[in-house]
């Protein structure tokens, strides 16, 4: 027995031996085919390292892993800041990859090369203005090129043969002096494009160092002005293919007063043909008083004051000031609901606009014999949704007019509104400043039928918008604001109607709307010793079927 309890013994301890080697060869197997299958994983280059992309399985450790490759834990751990030493089946680690040798840098010909020393502001589309190359061209030779353009990195242009170079004029860059506080520079402007007839010099001033000097913390109003500059390069480039020869001088006016008054003693200034800009109106003060006394068009491109438009023969203001808006919406009142109940929303409280509106409207009413009681007043604030369905018909629409511009009390008359459409059909004749206010929700916009007069509207149904957006991407790689749209349609509008008038003031051309993308401009003479505004205006309806689409263009000629 005892005999048969060694055997046993020795066997069992034969037996643990065996399993033992057989355990351990397959260990180095597994570990061989694991260093053979690391071979395949997918490995990605960032910055000036490699990293091999693993994805845990089951009951994998940071230390199995970190032995697995070779490495540390700590540079596991360096590599996936976002895990925090916690890692779980299926995620994805990056594992530095020590075997990688960052590819030294092929010596280039001086020959064949310019340097460029990419600025805040530059993009493809500059650069190939400037030099005349593609941005696939320029990343194949700058193949950092991949992450972006970086501000400080200086980049190969490969210089174009003469043969292959058309004729053109050095890129206009012009930059006023700066100050310690402001050292960056402004993006190149566009070239000058050989065509046929004259060539139109445009100074464009913009306070665009305000919107490239920090790119961290881009405000809407800053970002708001390089848009606007993009949209004009665009348009620059669009007319030139045409055959519209434009020089374009972009001047950075820093929002300074001072500034300005350097800029105007540039030699060229009195070689412009048009002058689109300075933004505010306590910069443009002394451009205005040059542009009256050399009789050159200056175009207002964001204001709506317009102190320059009555003493400024020469000047042309494209958002036109509040109450002629009003006075608008009171003709398309009229015309479109000539007699017709309109209920006016007001109280003691309220904004002029609304009171302005249903003066003018009284008066238009009158002189054409519509009976006056057909105007009638609410205060929705005081009386409540009670005191307002006592006006209302159920068997049609019912045509309420609030232009108030007081923002608490908006956004109580439309949660008010809101509940009476729920019974009766409304139609709500306001202002675009509704659309933008943060307390109002869109839907209550929609639900009362909400009409607005604005000079600018974006109907990206339109092919040709839809193209503009794509090329806008491709040249810039974000898409297009309204300011880039009315970059684009002010530049457009102004070149061509140069290219048929001569001096736009001699009769503006009736159909220099062709070709836009989101207005359409009518000016009219203030009077015989003032200068033009924009009284053209697209009538946009928010519909209870949540579609936002336009109704026409009224032109008010005041």
Known sequence: MSANLKATKERTGSL????????????????????????????????????????????????????????????VLLSNK????????????????????????????????LQHLVVSGDNYYQIKL????EEEELIKYNPDLKDGLKTGRTILVPKKPKTETTEKEPLVNVVPPKTPTSPVKVPPAAARVQGSGKTFNVGLYLPISAAVTDSLKPTTKTLSFLAYYQGALMAVDQLSKAGLNTKLF?????????????????????????????????????????????????????????????????????????????????????????????????????SSETRLIHEQLGKKRLSHGASAGLLQTCNLWIKGTEGLEALLQVEKPNILVMADMNE??????MNRLALLSKKYTLILVGVQEYTRMQSIELENLHDVNLRVLTSSFVDYSRPDVLSFVE????????????????????????????????????????DGNKGLLHTAFHFTKVSDFAGYTNDSFSILEYSNTYEIRSLGVIQYEH
């Open 16 to 75: 643990c031996i065996s399993d033992f080697l057989f355990v351990l060869l397959l260990f180095l197997f597994s570990l061989t085919s694991s260093a053979q299958d690391r071979k395949n994983y997918e490995r990605v280059v960032i910055g000036d390292s490699r990293f091999i992309l693993h994805t845990v399985q089951k009951k994998e450790t940071l230390y199995s892993i970190s032995r697995l490759y070779g490495c540390s834990q700590e540079e």
């Open 82 to 113: 976002n895990i925090a030493g916690v890692i779980k089946k299926g995620m994805v680690l990056k594992i530095p990859d020590h075997t990688y040798q960052k590819p030294q840098p092929e010596k280039f010909d001086a020959n064949k090369f």
């Open 130 to 133: 400037k030099y005349g190359v």
């Open 250 to 350: 972009v001047y950075d006016t820093e929002k300074l007063a001072s500034t300005v008054e350097l800029l105007v003693k540039k030699p060229e200034f009195l070689s412009m043909d048009l002058l689109i800009g300075p933004v505010y109106p306590e910069n443009q003060k002394l451009i205005s008083e040059l542009s009256a006394k050399n009789r050159i068009p200056m175009v207002s491109p964001m204001s709506s004051d317009d102190q320059y438009t009555r003493t400024n023969p020469c000047y042309f203001q494209v958002n036109p000031v509040r109450r002629l808006r009003m006075e608008a919406t009171a003709e398309y009142l009229f015309r479109e609901f000539p007699r017709e109940k309109i209920i006016f929303l007001e109280n003691e409280n309220s």
């Open 408 to 413: 608490v009390n908006i956004s109580i008359a």
């Open 471 to 510: 090329n806008f991407k491709a040249e810039f790689g974000t898409e297009p604001s309204l300011f880039a749209f009315q970059g684009y349609d002010a530049t457009t509008w102004f070149l061509k109607s140069l290219e048929k008038s001569g001096d736009l003031f001699h009769g503006l051309p009736p």
